[in-house]
């Protein structure tokens, strides 16, 4: 059990020095092949439909008050409920004390760019959104709930957070078309006094900025004086340009690609009226002005984060050849990065990260958003801020130095859960030191909560398990035989 999760975790382990000095040979004999890469990218789909169904979902809401007879729903309910009730008319905020709504958190999407599945609508979203919620939980100790609306309109939506804001401590949208995400962020900041996070956008840049910061100290150099490249120009790298620059990256150090190529100040067809953000950004990054294509955005730069398209063969092998000394590559796609990692390395890249576990240093939003929303939470914080980016992105950072990095290890894995506890804490006491925080706990009063709210996330988990009261899964032999039972042509790759 999770009483000792200090003691149990599993160990840091460093790749041995025995594996430099494997042949070439050897590596590749390793290596697997696209297709069986691709194969194994399946096997998770196929899993998929059978177990949500054998579930039935994956949440579930259960009473957290003890319950001894009958007769303790004359407190939790009528007549005893009206006296917290009217507690709460006298002053609104002691529904953070009377209610979980100190705990509470909507996940909100329109189902408008659902993973890589674009607009598939808010029903067919609502799978990912549940599955959000488990991370906020199992991750963070987080009650987050899933709300999808049927509603395509920016104003509709801020409307609807505005209008739910009374149940939750905080809003995460998820999963929201660009440009709208942009508008629907700043808007909702501004009307909110609850903290609103859009998960593909700073998400994602937090974890990119804690990978990036210990990749530069491996190739030791200064990031603030390196040139970094961001290949797309979605809402995940839009707002890490945002964060890198808030960070102390210079702006003009900065140059972004989209799929007409590099931005560059003045280009004729990114006006502000179809893309603010985009051409805010196209008039403050790329400070030399530098015009061509992707490949033209490799030459001599730094650092390279792709946030594109899947792969492989997006970004070439001869690109990164051009880039500057121990060049960093940052390959976000998936489920198939813009290259393979070990292709990136023969080209001469110093350190690779990309979006999948199978491979090392995984850029993983779940290292951030569990962590930075118990924290903002357990000060009942009125907003948060690209601030708290960086501190979340700092604090990632120092967690994996402290444990010790390698080029093949630059940021924390989801399994060491320690780590979530001191987001928590970065994040709860930049809110306080920004004068957004509700209520001010001492540094050791929250690093203990967030403990105490993960271990129980996890602990309860396990309890229901061993209970049976989550039921055991069928073996996945089982439940894939049953699915290429159901569909034969399909799974033998028939027309």
């Given at each position: 059990?999770?009483?000792?999760?200090?003691?149990?975790?599993?160990?840091?382990?460093?790749?041995?020095?025995?594996?430099?000095?494997?042949?070439?040979?050897?590596?590749?004999?390793?290596?697997?092949?696209?297709?069986?890469?691709?194969?194994?990218?399946?096997?998770?789909?196929?899993?998929?439909?059978?177990?949500?169904?054998?579930?039935?979902?994956?949440?579930?809401?259960?009473?957290?008050?003890?319950?001894?007879?009958?007769q303790d729903?004359?407190?939790w309910?009528?007549?005893?409920?009206?006296?917290?009730?009217?507690?709460?008319?006298?002053?609104?905020?002691?529904?953070?004390?009377?209610?979980n709504r100190?705990?509470?958190?909507?996940?909100?999407?329109?189902?408008?760019?659902v993973?890589?599945?674009?607009?598939?609508?808010?029903?067919?979203?609502?799978?990912?959104?549940?599955?959000k919620?488990?991370?906020?939980?199992?991750?963070?100790?987080?009650?987050?709930?899933?709300?999808?609306?049927?509603?395509?309109?920016?104003?509709?939506?801020?409307?609807?957070?505005?209008?739910?804001?009374?149940?939750?401590?905080?809003?995460?949208?998820?999963?929201?078309?660009?440009?709208?995400?942009?508008?629907?962020?700043?808007?909702?900041?501004?009307?909110?006094?609850?903290?609103?996070?859009?998960?593909?956008?700073?998400?994602?840049?937090?974890?990119?900025?804690?990978?990036?910061?210990?990749?530069?100290?491996?190739v030791?150099?200064?990031?603030?004086?390196?040139?970094?490249?961001?290949?797309?120009?979605?809402?995940?790298?839009?707002?890490?340009?945002?964060?890198?620059?808030?960070?102390?990256?210079?702006?003009?150090n900065?140059?972004?690609?989209?799929?007409?190529?590099?931005?560059?100040?003045?280009?004729?067809?990114?006006?502000?009226?179809?893309?603010?953000?985009?051409?805010?950004l196209?008039?403050?990054?790329?400070?030399?002005?530098?015009?061509?294509?992707?490949?033209?955005?490799?030459?001599?730069?730094?650092?390279?984060?792709?946030?594109?398209?899947?792969?492989?063969?997006?970004?070439?092998?001869?690109?990164?050849?051009?880039?500057?000394?121990?060049?960093?590559?940052?390959?976000?796609?998936?489920?198939?990065?813009?290259?393979?990692?070990?292709?990136?390395?023969?080209?001469?890249?110093?350190?690779?990260?990309?979006?999948?576990?199978?491979?090392?240093?995984?850029?993983?939003?779940?290292?951030?958003?569990?962590?930075?929303?118990?924290?903002?939470?357990?000060?009942?914080?009125?907003?948060?801020?690209?601030?708290?980016?960086?501190?979340?992105?700092?604090?990632?950072?120092?967690?994996?130095?402290?444990?010790?990095?390698?080029?093949?290890?630059?940021?924390?894995?989801?399994?060491?859960w320690?780590?979530?506890?001191?987001?928590?804490?970065?994040?709860a006491?930049?809110?306080?030191?920004?004068?957004?925080?509700?209520?001010?706990?001492s540094?050791?009063?929250?690093?203990?909560?967030?403990?105490?709210?993960?271990k129980?996330?996890?602990?309860?988990?396990?309890?229901?398990?061993?209970?049976?009261?989550?039921?055991?899964?069928?073996?996945?032999?089982?439940?894939?035989?049953?699915?290429?039972?159901?569909?034969?042509?399909?799974?033998?790759?028939?027309?």
């Amino acid at each position: 059990m999770l009483a000792n999760a200090r003691n149990c975790t599993v160990p840091f382990k460093t790749l041995t020095a025995g594996a430099t000095f494997m042949s070439k040979q050897k590596l590749q004999e390793h290596r697997p092949t696209a297709a069986e890469l691709l194969e194994k990218a399946k096997k998770p789909s196929l899993l998929s439909p059978p177990l949500h169904k054998f579930y039935g979902g994956k949440l579930q809401v259960m009473p957290k008050c003890s319950i001894t007879s009958y007769q303790d729903f004359a407190i939790w309910y009528t007549p005893g409920v009206a006296a917290a009730c009217k507690e709460i008319q006298a002053k609104p905020d002691m529904s953070f004390e009377l209610t979980n709504r100190w705990n509470f958190v909507a996940i909100v999407t329109d189902g408008t760019r659902v993973l890589g599945l674009g607009n598939i609508g808010p029903e067919a979203g609502l799978p990912v959104m549940e599955g959000k919620s488990i991370l906020f939980k199992y991750l963070g100790g987080v009650d987050a709930f899933p709300l999808c609306l049927k509603t395509r309109d920016p104003e509709d939506i801020l409307r609807t957070l505005e209008m739910i804001q009374p149940s939750f401590g905080g809003i995460n949208l998820e999963d929201i078309e660009k440009p709208k995400c942009f508008y629907i962020l700043e808007e909702a900041r501004k009307r909110l006094n609850i903290p609103v996070w859009h998960d593909d956008q700073q998400g994602t840049a937090t974890v990119i900025l804690a990978g990036l910061i210990n990749a530069f100290k491996l190739v030791g150099k200064d990031p603030k004086d390196s040139l970094i490249t961001l290949v797309g120009a979605g809402a995940s790298n839009t707002r890490t340009a945002y964060v890198l620059m808030k960070w102390g990256i210079k702006p003009g150090n900065i140059m972004m690609v989209d799929t007409k190529g590099l931005i560059y100040p003045g280009r004729e067809d990114i006006k502000e009226e179809d893309d603010r953000w985009k051409y805010e950004l196209s008039r403050v990054t790329n400070a030399e002005g530098r015009r061509g294509d992707m490949a033209d955005a490799f030459k001599s730069v730094d650092a390279v984060v792709a946030a594109a398209k899947p792969g492989p063969d997006v970004i070439k092998k001869e690109w990164i050849g051009t880039m500057a000394k121990d060049p960093i590559l940052f390959a976000c796609a998936n489920p198939v990065p813009e290259i393979w990692p070990w292709e990136a390395e023969e080209a001469g890249a110093k350190i690779v990260a990309t979006g999948r576990s199978d491979f090392p240093n995984q850029v993983n939003n779940s290292l951030g958003f569990p962590g930075i929303f118990r924290g903002v939470l357990d000060v009942r914080a009125t907003t948060v801020t690209d601030d708290m980016c960086v501190a979340a992105a700092n604090e990632l950072a120092r967690f994996a130095e402290d444990r010790g990095i390698t080029e093949k290890d630059i940021t924390p894995r989801m399994d060491e859960w320690e780590v979530y506890p001191r987001v928590a804490v970065a994040c709860a006491l930049k809110s306080i030191d920004q004068g957004v925080a509700r209520i001010k706990p001492s540094k050791q009063e929250l690093y203990d909560k967030a403990v105490h709210m993960i271990k129980c996330a996890r602990e309860s988990t396990e309890l229901l398990m061993k209970a049976n009261e989550i039921k055991h899964r069928p073996s996945e032999r089982t439940l894939l035989r049953e699915e290429k039972a159901k569909f034969p042509v399909h799974m033998h790759g028939g027309g």
